[in-house]
């Protein structure tokens, strides 16, 4: 009887092991966090590959290359140095150095309603929208004026609803994939700005 224990123990135990060595790790969702029809991350692997092209930094030079397209900035905006990996470029205004031009790229999709769409919903009340295509509808741009959800840092959950927003939003095509550009600020602040924002996205030249 002894026996017959000690070997349904054994087995037991060999069944246990066996699970243990057999289970697997949770994967982990990289893009966990981001807000629904968010660009996908794994784009950015293509903005690593395409990094090796892009031209040194140069706040002196207002023309900006990327793929197969040269967009130029106006002259009442700053480049900077991008203070976050996500971001290829990076502008100021320079009559509110704290408010922040910024472009994105992830790499080759088609996410054009999508991204509007979601730009749309960080607003908690939204006002005004406007949508413009420029460029035989190679760039498009988005206006939109609200109460908008203003976070700390970009993927943060918490968030205050804050009156007279804008947003300056644009999709701009190339031949490896849409480049985003965006800038939030209070409607005081970019209503000066919108045919400066539009005269940046009607230089786009394709080469």
């Known amino acids: 009887m002894k026996k017959y224990i000690l070997l349904i123990a054994a087995v037991t ?3 246990s ?3 243990k060595v057999e289970q697997k790790p949770a994967e982990t969702n990289q893009e966990a966090g981001l807000p629904d029809g968010h660009p996908p991350m794994t784009g950015m692997d293509a903005l690593s590959q395409l990094s090796d092209d892009l031209p040194p930094f140069d706040p002196d030079n207002p023309q900006l290359e990327l793929s197969n397209i040269t967009l130029t900035a106006p002259d009442n905006w700053l480049r900077e140095r991008p203070t976050s990996s996500m971001r290829i ?3 100021s205004l320079k009559n509110s150095q704290e408010t922040k031009i910024v472009g994105f790229f992830f ?3 088609d996410m054009v309603r999508e991204n509007i769409d979601r730009w749309k919903a960080e607003f908690v009340e939204l006002k005004d929208s406007k949508e413009e295509e420029l460029m035989d509808s190679n760039v498009h741009m988005v206006i939109l004026e609200g109460v908008y959800n203003v976070k700390p840092f970009p993927m943060a959950e918490e968030f205050t609803p804050t009156p007279d927003y804008m947003v300056l939003a644009a999709i701009v095509k190339s031949a490896d994939g849409p480049y985003y550009f965006k800038v939030f600020a209070p409607k005081k602040v970019l209503q000066p700005e919108i ?3 539009r005269k940046f996205l009607n230089s786009y030249v394709a080469k």
């Open 107 to 109: 790499g080759q999709q």
């Open 195 to 197: 045919d400066n924002f």
């Open 13 to 15: 135990l060999m069944v």
């Open 89 to 91: 470029v990076q502008y």
């Open 17 to 19: 092991c066996t699970d």
